[in-house]
């Protein structure tokens, strides 16, 4: 699949000098909201990415902010309800 984005004239001369390859930001802005959204896995966003291991996606993602892909937050209310759990099943 091609995608085509039309970008302003003037705005697609800041954009470039801004970025080495824009088509490349975009892909993997694509790529790291969708692992986000959990439309894309792990696996497809390194197919998306045409990256060679899944530590490379992973670093990607964690580039781009969407590795691990919880916030401290969730992990803390992660760990809080497994701690609820296991003190309910005793």
Do not use: C
Request: hydrophobic share 50%.
């Amino acid at each position: 699949m091609t995608l085509t984005v039309n970008i302003p004239d003037d705005l697609a001369v800041e954009l470039g000098a801004g970025f080495k390859n824009l088509g490349r930001v975009a892909l993997e802005a694509l790529a790291a909201e969708a692992y986000v959204k959990d439309v894309l896995s792990l696996e497809q966003v390194r197919r998306l990415l045409e990256l060679e291991s899944r530590w490379e996606a992973q670093a990607a993602l964690s580039r781009l902010g969407a590795w691990p892909g919880q916030s401290a937050e969730e992990i803390v209310e992660d760990a809080r309800r497994s701690f609820e759990f296991r003190h309910a099943v005793r």
